[in-house]
């Protein structure tokens, strides 16, 4: 069965702090997208890659094809910070909006 | 940066009546999706249309469910007969060459 999952399901950070959200999935994937849900309910998309590295401010994403692996690192982190952190991917034959979500890793960071 | 709009962004109704959720996808995207989330749980794909058709939908987007594109710009989903189960947050996006745009939902009870 093709499953994603995350890690850690909640992180408490300080402001300042360095965070790291994982994602794994059970088999090869077409690409990989990192979703931010805020309290509201609200997605946005923060990337979508499917090999390498991607960088947008203080938003690092990373993956590792070979090991079914991807991060999200959050350099110097906020309040504002604080949200649901969502891995979502693709797995081979499905169509670019088949979406198969993680749980999601739920952020907080502390003043 | 350009958005995608949902109405209503709240929707209670009756168990079984029809209810219609619009969204206006971003205007030089080509493919749209729906999502919902239940309470407390992962985002699931519904459906994904290109070029006017369905070109995928999970096993969630049953008879009771359809989607349209009447106007060239509106995107819709509709439930024709609800049940207590459809409650939800529905998601709408739409993708572009880079990443996708997501809607900030509407929140369907059904009561």
């Known amino acids: 069965k093709n499953e994603v999952e995350q890690s850690p399901q909640n992180l408490t950070a300080q402001e300042g702090e360095f965070i790291t959200i994982n994602c794994s999935y059970s088999?090869?994937?077409?690409?990989l997208h990192w979703l931010q849900q805020h309290p509201g309910g609200g997605i946005v998309s923060l990337f979508m890659?499917?090999?390498g590295k991607k960088k947008h401010g203080r938003l690092i994403a990373t993956i590792n094809i070979q090991e079914k692996h991807s991060s999200l690192h959050i350099t110097a982190s906020h309040p504002r910070d604080s949200a649901v952190y969502i891995c979502a991917v693709i797995f081979p034959g499905g169509s670019q909006g088949n979406l198969i979500f993680g749980k999601g890793t739920k952020l907080s960071v502390k003043p | 940066e350009p958005e995608v709009t949902q109405t209503p962004s709240h929707q209670v109704t009756q168990m079984g009546q029809e209810v219609i959720l619009r969204c206006v996808p971003i205007s030089n995207h080509l493919y749209f999706y729906w999502y919902r989330q239940i309470l407390g749980q992962k985002v699931e794909f519904l459906v994904s249309?290109?070029?006017?058709?369905?070109?995928?939908k999970s096993e969630i987007f049953d008879d009771q469910f359809s989607v349209e594109r009447p106007d060239g710009s509106n995107f819709t989903l509709k439930i024709r007969s609800t049940k207590l189960e459809d409650s939800a947050m529905y998601f709408c996006a739409s993708r572009g060459e880079l990443r996708a745009f997501f809607g900030q939902g509407t929140r369907l009870t059904v009561v």
């Open positions: 088999v090869g994937i077409s690409a």
């Open positions: 890659l499917s090999s």
């Open positions: 249309f290109y070029n006017n058709e369905i070109s995928e």
